[in-house]
């Protein structure tokens, strides 16, 4: 049944249970969102667990609410709620099922206690029906609670769950003096009210309470949701039994047939044992196509589940098979035949002679097969469309007031069952994408050719690295493991890493980050100049951060040769841009050298110093010539030389 979305009164100072240590807010909150299974809501996620409490009888272990927060945990939750389930349709006794509802909800939220209260009919009051925890529980069974009064009768009155970290300190719930004598004895004031609704009538409520200050996380509450839901049904179940029971004891003789509805109702029972102990979608709904054929002694049995977005419903099973096999139609549109009749006005439809009603499309099936009646219920859960139960038999469904409420109550557990193996379903295949994308990361991960790791970005400590980097560092997987990313630094870098690491967390970077150079020792002692590309994550639940490492310590090399290659270029066009200046220079000496020499005699004292100018800036030239040739502006011409020849034109 749906739940509206619960209203959470929070105290000051009020500490955080299952998460981590935030801040309760002083104000009243509401929250909207509902969960898929009416009773959840949003909470701040937390990042720390506390301890927990264990208070009430206790028989075997349930998730916690922090392991609820996982996707094994929603697992684990859904086969807590099939357990509950089965212990719920295991007994019609009112008395029995009204005790199992508090003790299994005083296991599954771990709490101080719990109580359960029935709604009276006449003046509109709840009674304590239930009680479980560590007080006497005839201090609680018999109590009336106003409507309005306390956090459960306040969530009656609302029609929606109400939390609140400390009932007594709130001024906006009334609270009568024998609860608040039994809250101050007992110590119990965070308080959960839930209604307890069946076809949209509140038949009750439930409240679960704990010492002050527990807060309760969106997980639990969704537990909370699922299992008020079946809590609802199972009360419901018990009354009508007992109602059943009552009528027969009193007109035993007039009503003869009334032992044939208790064992009926008995088959109901134990076939919705079936219904809540699998989670499978195809097993649950072969289960209530089974027990809808017992329950209403139909031949055939049809499951229509809809597809509301593409208004659509497809058959997915045929109680019996040879039968449903050749069924003509496997898919319908709301609206169409009788099927989409039921699905688009979601009232049941009763109808004594198809053929003559004239909306069945495939009048040629129901004459093959002797069929002239149909019973059609919509399937609804929090006002959605699941689907459609179809029954068809060979005369017209008998149903007075009490089979059409206990096909009403059937049809709602069916809709509980249904949902939680649709979710069931959605989780396994969410945790097959999770575990493929998983596998794609190992894959690529271990296989990469660049060194790769993950480290804690808080403790600096290694998570995973590759192959390539176990290779290229020297260090074995194990050796990595017990070491921080510190550890592969020399020590006068380690100061620069962490007023960077300081600096992102500062600034709160999150997308991919490029940075180096820098230098990384090796296992054999040798220091490499890398380059690094990191990316912050979550893995295995921990703030961490994805590198890749480049080594670029040959490139620097090579490309501090280059440099030297292009200093040198430069040198050698300088050199070729001063020689051909000079040359110029020489030539007027030489020139001018040669012109003198031929005005000047032989035997002229002065000739021979003209002599050696002229000699010296031939020489001169000839430097400047390989000073071109150094700077490839020249072309180099090979010759012989005679060093005797050389040396003798140095003497003076």
């Not at 009508?240 to 109702?265: G, H, N, P, T």
């Not at 870098?493 to 967390?505: F, G, N, P």
């Not at 021979?608 to 390989?626: F, M």
Request: neutral net charge; hydrophobic residues 40%.
């Amino acid at each position: 049944m749906a739940q509206p979305a619960p209203d959470r009164r929070q105290s000051p100072g009020a500490g955080v249970r299952g998460g981590g240590r935030d801040a309760v807010g002083r104000a009243r909150r509401s929250f909207d969102r509902t969960s898929a299974s009416g009773g959840g809501f949003g909470v701040t996620r937390r990042t720390s667990a506390s301890k927990r409490r264990a208070s009430g009888p206790i028989r075997r272990p349930f998730p916690s609410g922090d392991t609820l927060a996982g996707g094994e945990g929603a697992e684990a939750a859904a086969h807590a709620l099939a357990q509950v389930g089965r212990e719920l349709v295991g007994t019609l006794d009112l008395d029995r099922v009204t005790q199992l509802i508090v003790n299994a909800v005083l296991r599954l939220l771990n709490s101080r206690n719990a109580a359960l209260y029935q709604r009276d009919s006449d003046s509109g009051a709840l009674r304590c029906v239930a009680f479980a925890g560590p007080d006497d529980p005839r201090r609680w069974v018999g109590m009336a609670l106003p409507l309005g009064h306390g956090v459960v009768g306040r969530a009656v009155v609302e029609g929606r769950t109400i939390w609140s970290p400390d009932f007594l300190a709130d001024p906006t719930i009334a609270v009568p003096e024998w609860l608040r004598e039994q809250s101050i004895r007992t110590g119990h004031r965070s308080v959960i009210g839930m209604p307890l609704k069946v076809r949209g009538e509140t038949i009750g409520g439930l409240g679960v309470g704990d010492a002050a200050g527990r807060v309760v996380t969106d997980a639990e509450l969704r537990l909370l949701g699922a299992f008020a839901d079946q809590a609802a049904l199972a009360l419901e179940n018990a009354r009508l039994y007992e109602q059943s029971e009552r009528r027969r004891r009193e007109a035993e003789v007039l009503y003869a047939d009334q032992e044939a509805r208790a064992a009926r109702l008995h088959s109901l029972s134990r076939l919705s044992q079936v219904v809540s102990s699998s989670l499978e979608v195809e097993v649950v709904l072969a289960a209530i196509g089974r027990a809808a054929a017992t329950l209403m002694e139909a031949p055939v049995v049809s499951i229509w589940i809809a597809d509301e977005a593409g208004q659509t419903l497809d058959v997915r099973a045929f109680l019996d098979d040879s039968v449903g096999g050749g069924f003509p139609v496997r898919q319908v549109s709301v609206g169409q035949g009788l099927i989409g009749w039921v699905a688009r006005h979601r009232v049941p439809l009763d109808v004594a002679d198809v053929l003559g009603d004239g909306r069945s499309s495939v009048p040629d099936w129901w004459r093959a097969h002797g069929l002239t009646s149909f019973y059609g219920l919509p399937v609804l859960h929090e006002g959605a469309l699941i689907g459609v139960l179809a029954l068809n038999g060979r005369r017209p469904f008998q149903l007075g007031p009490d089979d059409r409420d206990l096909l009403d109550t059937f049809a709602a557990q069916a809709a509980v069952a249904i949902r939680n193996s649709q979710l069931f379903a959605r989780e396994q295949a969410a945790r097959a994408a999770v575990q493929a994308s998983e596998a794609g990361f190992r894959l690529l991960f271990h296989n990469n050719p660049l060194p790769m790791w993950v480290y804690d970005t808080e403790t600096l400590r290694f998570l995973e690295v590759n192959d390539a980097a176990i290779t290229h560092y020297g260090y074995s997987r194990d050796e990595f493991l017990r070491m921080r990313i510190t550890e592969i630094r020399p020590p006068d870098d380690v100061s620069r890493l962490r007023e960077t690491l300081e600096q992102i967390a500062v600034r709160d970077e999150a997308g991919v980050r490029r940075s180096g150079p820098w230098r990384h020792r090796v296992k054999d002692g040798r220091v490499l100049e890398v380059e690094v590309i990191s990316h912050q994550l979550e893995f295995g639940g921990r703030l961490a951060s994805l590198v890749v490492v480049e080594d670029v310590t040959e490139r620097r090399a090579l490309e501090q040769q280059v440099r030297q290659l292009q200093k040198m270029e430069a040198v050698g066009q300088l050199a070729g841009g001063v020689a051909h200046d000079f040359n110029n220079l020489l030539t007027v000496i030489t020139g001018r050298s040669a012109l003198l020499a031929l005005r000047l005699p032989a035997e002229d004292p002065g000739r021979r110093d003209v002599d050696i100018i002229h000699k010296t800036a031939e020489r001169a030239a000839r430097l400047t010539g390989q000073l071109l040739a150094f700077s490839r502006k020249q072309v180099l011409q090979p010759r012989v030389l005679d060093l005797n020849e050389v040396l003798s034109g140095l003497a003076p």
